[in-house]
């Protein structure tokens, strides 16, 4: 196995997250519509092959069932665990850690409906094997997000339905023993047949900076406030466009602690006037950029002082 180490991974955490979030979503919804006559409790296959993507078994299951968990999920197949606490940690499972760690939950359980807090955050992401289909991402494995309520110690599955269960008593702890890492090695890849390069794209006029530019240093920015809560960072997977970046140097994330999902991630959505009769200032700051959020939403603004004309939003969602 390659070694790879965490700072090479903590950038893209968030990002993966959000992926295998996604990924989920669509495998709910998409469940609605499949019928399955197959004896593989991990898999559903719809009359009409051609007409549905396979879905996963979890999408089945009802609060108030009692079950055994490891077999209605198939995790003797599953091949690998990665593990996210916040934003900046990802460690892995991998081997044979991976079924001993996931043999615990071979126990009769009951699903409870979804009552977890996701703070702090603590996921862990299953990989199985690809199945006899090709997954919705057309990728070779396929990965389920279940998130784990640190206080309850009860683990559960998001979308439209949600549901959990009670994990077995310091399962946490043994999942963090076999964690490192260590990511899985990447599987080999096809041959390329040479190409002819293509023609050489025109060099790129250099956008001319606005006098509204917030000059954000590389890397990670400190906010200033009553606390240590609130940073941004001046690149990421969801930034603004390049002519964005480079006319105003916004940052392309805004990170506030325990305000909304995602880590509290906010990604940069778009520049639009400055209407905010349903905002409020809040109390943080970085020289003449202010903060203002939306009540009752997870949008915030980014304004300077002296161009309150113009507001840069910022929604928090899943990076994908």
């Not at 070694?3 to 992926?19: D, Q």
């Not at 990604?267 to 009540?295: C, E, M, P």
Request: a negative charge; hydrophobic letters at 40%; proline letters at 9%.
């Amino acid at each position: 196995m390659r070694m790879i180490t965490r700072r090479s991974w903590r950038n893209r955490a968030v990002l993966w997250l959000a992926m295998a979030l996604a990924a989920l979503l669509v495998a709910l919804v998409a469940a609605a519509g499949c019928s399955s006559k197959s004896n593989d409790p991990f898999l559903c296959t719809p009359d009409v092959p051609a007409g549905c993507v396979f879905q996963p078994r979890e999408a089945n299951l009802i609060p108030g069932e009692q079950l055994n968990v490891y077999e209605v999920l198939s995790l003797d197949r599953a091949v690998d665990l990665m593990v996210i606490q916040g934003i900046d940690d990802v460690q892995w499972v991998l081997g044979d850690e991976t079924q001993r760690v996931l043999s615990l939950l071979d126990i009769d359980v009951v699903l409870e409906p979804w009552s977890l807090s996701q703070r702090p955050l603590f996921v862990i992401s299953i990989t199985w094997p690809r199945g006899r289909d090709d997954n919705y991402s057309g990728g070779p494995t396929y990965s389920l997000d279940t998130i784990i309520d640190l206080k309850a110690n009860v683990m559960g599955i998001g979308g439209d339905d949600p549901f959990q269960w009670p994990l077995p008593e310091g399962f946490v702890d043994i999942v963090l023993a076999a964690a490192s890492d260590v990511a899985p090695t990447p599987g080999p890849t096809a041959t390329r047949v040479p190409v002819t390069p293509p023609t050489p794209r025109p060099t790129e006029t250099p956008v001319p900076r606005s006098d509204n530019f917030f000059d954000h240093p590389e890397g990670v920015l400190q906010w200033d406030g009553p606390d240590e809560s609130v940073s941004s960072r001046d690149e990421g997977h969801c930034g603004p466009p390049r002519e964005i970046r480079e006319e105003y140097g916004i940052p392309a994330l805004i990170v506030i602690e325990d305000d909304g999902a995602f880590g509290g991630a906010h990604w940069f959505v778009r520049v639009t006037s400055r209407n905010l009769a349903s905002t409020n200032l809040s109390d943080y700051y970085h020289g003449d950029w202010q903060i203002w959020k939306d009540d009752g939403a997870d949008t915030l603004y980014l304004i300077n002082s002296r161009h309150p004309e113009t507001a840069f939003e910022y929604r928090n969602y899943g990076c994908i």
